[in-house]
């Protein structure tokens, strides 16, 4: 009985002897697809490889993909091999570039470096006798010399090799080679056998030699039909220690032939949009928001699928400037004043894709577009409504945002009215809570926290400049001396504080170190500061007295207030 498999198989798995792959990748058959990384491998890695291959040790297996008569990705040439120029490849590697071109390149002579063997050290002159491989001292058996580009190189070069070594790249014409290498010891000892001598070194190609020629490795070929999201979780799979291949690597390749550039599109937009850098905005995402523009979902199946050349001519740049735009609207409004404090990188993709339909509104329209999709921000951060299916809230978000955010018409997105905002979660989160935690450093900062030191507000640059980052108000030591039984590092504890505030509070009791700061800054300043880091400061409040307890519970009162402000909703007191 025919299995499925039999009858349809997934892939191929066939060795390939080491010649036939060094040929093909010449004359153009194999190649690599455009979103490869380049080759990386040092000397040293490359000459292991070939310890493995002539001790036949397994060296892992290819994994090559077949290409149809169409070429439908940009590919490009192994590094030290002829230019492809017009032709199509038949297979693809997706997996073993750094062995095959490491290989390639020892075995034609060409890159940075020639590799030997020194044949002496495979032989026992003494006995005859070959030996095995475990024998071997390869540290001394294989060398590598960088090719001569100076007159100090060449004679480095002529002092290191001697006769006994055999050029790697000749691997085809060792008899030849082992010719005049006998001839050469015969010259300096005419009583030498070279007849014997020759048969000796012949054994010794046999076993160490042949190899570099006839080795097998193995390889796993992916039929043309494999969709290419199959592609791409199979490479990522492989290949979790290179480069990842990505939805945008993959579109990167498969857009070039049809003249949509995406790597030079992307390294423009960084370079007119520096909150790209900042942020480390990925460029897949940017993709997710042409394809909600194009198709209306952010699924890595339908970009991959449905996402055409011509939508990335029509999307591409009113999206950057709306990702470019929600970033800065971010950090002016919404107290964005360090990347590590973006809650969610996912919500830049349905508000990167709704932005230009908002920046095409009349002044007085296009504020009151700004407020609401500022309002979704804060929602959707204080629900937790990207903690899990991202991709698919994206879509459904989006395909609301586009009418209420734009226009104040139809529903809103769920997380505006739908889903509760708890202020017992704020009791009760801790700092792992990501989307919490930032967003409450986001609204302490568009509540005007001051700085504790200079009474101004917090912007990106004081921020950076003052070493402004979150530290304990209760400090963690001074909690564990208590025996406090709450955790220090619920999200009520923490605060916006400069470093040297910090080294003022140490690890001491609240009352003790407000003291000092009272005596330094005044008592009404430091109030006053404390006041904007919705901190209650009066000489009955929770931190006056020491009184953890106390303190959460009136700063929860205040933080829920601020998170009512910003979302529109009322709390729930559960």
């Known amino acids: 009985m025919t299995s499925a498999y039999e009858s349809d198989p997934i892939f191929e798995a066939t060795p390939r002897q080491l010649s036939n792959l060094v040929t093909r990748i010449r004359s153009g058959e194999i190649a690599l697809p455009d979103f490869q990384r380049d080759f990386v491998w040092d000397s040293s890695k490359t000459e292991e490889l070939i310890q493995s291959i002539i001790s036949k040790f397994p060296v892992g297996t290819l994994l090559f993909w077949k ?15 002829p230019s492809l120029g017009e032709k199509s490849p038949a297979e693809l590697v997706l997996d073993g570039q750094q062995r095959l071109t490491a290989l390639y390149q020892a075995l034609t002579g060409t ?34 010399v960088p090719v001569a580009t100076s007159k100090a190189q060449e004679k480095k070069n002529i002092e290191i090799l001697k006769p006994s070594h055999f050029p790697v790249a000749d691997v085809s014409s060792f008899d030849d080679w082992l010719d005049e290498y006998v001839e050469a010891l015969a010259t300096e000892n005419p009583e030498i056998d070279q007849k014997a001598e020759k048969s000796l070194y012949r054994r010794m190609r046999d076993k160490y030699v042949i190899p570099l020629r006839a080795y097998g490795l193995p390889v796993v070929t992916l039929p043309e039909t494999t969709p290419i999201e199959a592609v791409c ?5 492989l290949n979790r220690t290179g480069k990842p291949l990505g939805p945008f690597e993959l579109l990167t390749a498969r ?10 599109d992307w390294e423009e937009a960084k370079s007119n949009y520096k909150a790209l850098i900042d942020f480390n905005v990925d460029p897949y995402n940017v993709l997710q ?20 050349a011509e939508d990335i001519k029509k999307h591409w740049n009113p999206v950057i400037k709306g990702i470019a735009g929600v ?5 002016a409004d919404c107290g964005l004043v360090a990347p590590k404090w973006l809650p969610y990188g996912m919500l830049l993709i349905p508000m990167g894709a709704v932005w230009p339909e908002i920046s095409s509104l009349d002044p007085l329209d296009r504020a009151s577009a700004y407020a609401r999709l500022q309002r979704f921000f804060w929602c959707s951060v204080f629900t937790t409504n990207y903690d899990q299916g991202a991709n698919s809230q994206v879509g459904a978000d989006y395909a609301l945002l586009k009418t209420w955010a734009v226009s104040g018409t139809g529903a809103p997105p769920e997380a505006v009215e739908d889903l509760p905002v708890s202020a017992a979660t704020f009791r009760d ?14 609204l302490l900062v568009t509540s005007r926290a001051e700085d504790f030191h200079t009474g101004q507000a917090m912007t990106p640059h004081r921020v950076s400049e003052s070493q402004i980052d979150s530290h304990h108000i209760f400090p963690k030591a001074f909690l564990k001396r208590e025996g406090s039984t709450e955790s220090s590092e619920l999200l009520l504890n923490r605060s916006l504080i400069d470093a040297e505030t910090n080294r003022i509070i140490k690890d001491r009791a609240p009352s003790v170190y407000l003291k000092e700061m009272a005596e330094a800054y005044g008592t009404d300043k430091l109030k006053s500061v404390l006041a904007t880091h919705a901190i209650k400061s009066d000489d009955t409040d929770g931190i006056s007295r020491d009184d953890y307890d106390a303190f959460l519970e009136e700063r929860l009162e205040i933080v829920a207030k601020m ?4 979302t529109g909703r009322q709390l729930t007191s559960d």
């Not at 070429?71 to 040439?77: I, P």
């Not at 998170?563 to 910003?566: D, I, L, P, S, T």
């Open 289 to 308: 928001a042409v394809c909600l523009r194009a198709h209306g979902s952010a699924q890595r199946s339908d970009v991959l699928k449905k996402l055409e």
């Open 233 to 237: 979780t199979i490479f990522e799979t």
């Open 429 to 442: 989160a801790s700092v792992r809570r990501k989307a919490l935690y930032s967003g409450l450093m986001c």
């Open 563 to 566: 998170v009512e402000r910003a």
């Open 67 to 81: 290409q149809g008569s169409e070429s439908l990705f940009a590919s490009r040439s192994f590094q030290g091999s």
């Open 111 to 144: 890159g940075d470096e020639r590799f030997y063997l020194k044949v002496d050290e495979f032989i026992e002159q003494a006995t005859g006798r070959i030996l095995d491989f475990h024998e071997v001292n390869f540290d001394r058996a294989i060398i590598s």
């Open 327 to 331: 970033l800065d609207m971010l950090q």
């Open 255 to 264: 857009y070039f032939p049809q003249g949509v550039y995406l790597r030079d």
